[in-house]
């Protein structure tokens, strides 16, 4: 009969695991509160101390540290090993599930105590996972539970193939680095930085096909910004790059948005109250730019919205949820991306950017401060319809590479220029793809004017109001423009670069 050793802090999916590996005739030995829930769900399981001849002792602090446990793991599929076990009166174990006591989150707490740390530190739980994944090749190692059901799928099919025991093996190592790094952080006070990822897929490769590349997540087992690829081709290092960008985007708004971005770079961007006029006002913003672009939805892709996006050539549609119809609509796209992303806070809060020899990190811009004040410096005060469109634009130029400059009318971009090393040349963009739309329009800045020319070469476009963070030696120049041409201006005080 094959063995299982259980000693899991994290309970999540315990029960229905433990369950599967007794269907399959497995025994069950479980340490501590592992073997008090199993048995409170009526699962025979033998404890640590009776299988071992040896209670736990110290409160606790040794439970599984005895060589009936390591020598059923540390043991070779070898006739001596083997013998060697019989004659001790042990027996192998097959399999351990294990996880460990939460050790970062205890330190995170800012009222936590030394001795409280130090309790939090794990020992048998390292040791078991060291110890299995040592010995892979004969022992499967389980250290997150969201391993258990592909690991039960294995089992019923016959099996844990020794590529996947070398991968859980793999991940086993690396948790116990990163476990070990954050305690000496923790003890020596140094503020180095440890980031722990975990490989999704190779691509096929980089931005050129001469480079290579690879997707790794901050969680393990989660696909693609944490979703699920639907349909379609393998996504590419570009569409991630844009996917994350459109995501990003499309939830800075509240209503029903579609965000449609191409090289990064958003060419439409809409509200409304229902997601197919959404999509219709987006893509009107630059239909040429749109072409092989990626469309993004905060809500769930009705099909009628579907339908509408089916005659344009784009790379791939990310959104919450796709109904039947949508599904059905788009599966006539062998070569269409669709990727489900659930609607979940940003995690982490904070970004990286590599850089020669070296790396960047930054807190995440959620948009403004909450003590953020927009004031009205020049001497008409906006609309109540120019305020609306304002407030949208304002938002939409936090996701335009600055230079960012947005046109808008109503909650729809009508021309976006960006990525120039100034901000002049930005602005003679967004008016030339508006074209006659910008009469009537906003306009957002993500930084001040330096120089009153972008507010002139707006006033020209037929922009009516402006919004923009202020804060320039030049602010006076450029609110005396607005004022000669009868145009509002708002300044918010904040700054929305994106290099």
């Known amino acids: 009969m094959p ?22 005739g497995w025994q069950l030995i479980a340490s501590g509160g592992t073997a008090r829930m199993l048995h409170d769900h009526n699962l025979p399981v033998t404890e640590v101390a009776d299988y071992t001849g040896s209670p736990e002792i110290l409160g606790g602090r040794v439970k599984t540290l005895h060589p009936a446990i390591h020598g059923g793991l540390l043991a070779r599929a070898t006739e001596a090993d083997h013998h060697e076990l019989e004659n001790l009166g042990w027996d192998y174990i097959d399999l351990v599930a294990v996880n460990l006591y939460p050790f970062e989150q205890t330190i995170a707490r800012p009222d936590v105590t ?14 078991l996972i060291r110890a299995a994944a040592k010995n892979h090749q004969r022992v499967t190692l389980i250290c997150d539970p969201v391993d258990y059901p592909a690991a039960l799928a294995a089992l019923r099919a016959g099996g844990i193939p020794a590529d996947m025991r070398r991968s859980l093996a793999v991940k086993g190592f690396t948790q116990t680095a990163h476990y070990d790094s954050a305690i000496t952080a923790y003890f020596s006070g140094s503020s180095a930085l440890n980031l722990q990822l975990y490989p999704v897929q190779t691509l096929r490769y980089g931005e050129n096909p001469h480079q290579q590349a690879t997707l790794f997540s901050h969680h393990p087992g989660e696909g693609p910004l944490g979703g699920q690829v639907l349909q379609g081709k393998e996504l590419s290092y570009n569409n991630l790059l844009d996917l994350d960008a459109s995501w990003r985007a499309v939830h800075a708004f509240e209503s029903p948005s579609i965000v449609i971005v191409k090289h990064l770079s958003p060419c439409g961007m809409a509200s409304a109250d229902k997601l197919v006029d959404a999509y219709r006002l987006a893509l009107a913003s630059d239909p040429i730019s749109a072409f092989g672009g990626i469309v993004a939805s905060n809500r769930p892709l009705d099909g ?33 991306r669709l990727l489900v992303v659930p609607n979940t806070p940003v995690d982490p809060s904070v970004e990286y950017r590599s850089i020669h020899r070296g790396l960047l990190q930054q807190s995440i811009d959620l948009g403004d401060p909450s003590a953020a004040q927009r004031t009205v410096v020049s001497q008409r005060q906006p609309t109540e319809a120019e305020w609306r469109s304002l407030r949208f634009a304002w938002k939409a130029a936090q996701h335009v590479k600055s230079n960012a400059i947005v046109f808008a009318q109503g909650e729809a971009t009508v021309g976006i220029g960006g990525g120039q090393p100034n901000r002049v040349d930005c602005v003679r963009m967004a008016a030339q793809r508006s074209g006659e739309r910008s009469r009537g329009a906003v306009m957002a800045s993500d930084a001040f004017f330096p120089f009153p020319d972008s507010v002139e070469v707006a006033i020209q476009a037929g922009i009516t109001a402006i919004v923009h963070p202020g804060g320039s030696v030049r602010d ?10 009868g145009l509002a201006m708002v300044t918010t005080g904040v700054r929305h670069f994106r290099h």
Do not use: R, W
Request: with cysteine; charged share 25%; aromatic share 6%.
């Open 3 to 24: 063995k299982a050793l259980l000693s899991v802090h994290d309970k999540t999916g315990l029960v229905e695991f433990a369950s599967g590996l007794h269907a399959l």
């Open 114 to 127: 030394l001795a409280e740390a130090i309790e939090n530190i794990d020992i048998g739980g390292v040791t």
């Open 304 to 336: 009628e919205t579907a339908e509408a996006i089916k005659d344009l050539f784009v790379e791939c549609v990310v959104a919450p949820a796709f109904d039947p119809q949508a599904l059905e609509i788009f599966s006539k796209k062998k070569n269409l």
């Open 476 to 485: 006076a120049e450029s609110i005396a423009a607005a004022d000669a041409a």
